[in-house]
């Protein structure tokens, strides 16, 4: 803890946040070069990690004290199982759903983001907010509109357009802190 003022661990943090962005721009363009296998990977990894919140809820449910609670978390687990294991066997099916699943995401992602930047809009750097807020909420009304036909390029294409958007909003703002604190 010899560099501990604030300044340093702005640096510090910033150099994360900058190093997370250029990240997320590097998968984002992967994504947008094969919509297909980023849609079918979002669908497995996205299935695998229900079925283990099903398994776990269901070793939890034999932890619990009473024939409610053991009845209720027994019902939840099996739902995750069921849901996980349906998405992994019925990987096409699973990106539709997931990809409507998407579009509610980026729509509350978009206003949250946008609340955001008018709760912090004095801030430097704020407007890229805002910019990754609209951005965020067009790409949820896009997959809302051309649902279920076009699920299939869809997830990849806007699950990469987002997170390149979210990466150069990244990139910006922790620019923008370090230049604050220089």
């Given at each position: 803890?010899?560099?501990?003022?604030?300044?340093?661990?702005?640096?510090?943090?910033?150099?994360?946040?900058?190093?997370?962005?250029?990240?997320?721009?590097?998968?984002?363009?992967?994504?947008?070069?094969?919509?297909?296998?980023?849609?079918?990977?979002?669908?497995?990894?996205?299935?695998?990690?229900?079925?283990?919140?099903?398994?776990?809820?269901?070793?939890?449910?034999?932890?619990?004290?009473?024939?409610?609670?053991?009845?209720?978390?027994?019902?939840?687990?099996?739902?995750?199982?069921?849901?996980?294991?349906?998405?992994?066997?019925?990987?096409?099916?699973?990106?539709?759903?997931?990809?409507?699943?998407?579009?509610?995401?980026?729509?509350i992602e978009g206003i949250f983001e946008i609340i955001w930047f008018f709760r912090t809009r004095s801030?430097?750097?704020?407007?890229?907010?805002?910019?990754?807020?609209?951005v965020t909420l067009v790409l949820g009304a896009l997959i809302y509109m051309h649902w279920p036909s076009?699920?299939?390029?869809?997830?990849?294409?806007?699950?990469?357009?987002?997170?390149?958007?979210s990466g150069i909003s990244r990139v910006m703002m922790s620019l923008a802190a370090r230049t604050a604190?220089?």
């Open positions: 803890m010899a560099n501990s003022t604030p300044a340093a661990v702005v640096r510090e943090t910033s150099t994360l946040s900058l190093l997370w962005g250029v990240l997320l721009i590097i998968l984002g363009i992967m994504a947008i070069a094969y919509p297909l296998a980023a849609a079918a990977a979002v669908n497995v990894v996205l299935a695998w990690l229900i079925t283990l919140a099903g398994v776990v809820h269901v070793m939890l449910a034999f932890r619990s004290h009473g024939a409610g609670r053991v009845l209720w978390r027994l019902l939840v687990g099996l739902a995750y199982l069921f849901i996980g294991v349906y998405l992994i066997v019925h990987p096409v099916l699973g990106i539709a759903t997931l990809t409507l699943v998407l579009a509610c995401l980026f729509v801030g430097s750097g704020s407007f890229w907010l805002l910019f990754d807020g609209i076009s699920a299939v390029w869809a997830i990849g294409t806007l699950v990469g357009v987002s997170m390149i958007s604190v220089a």
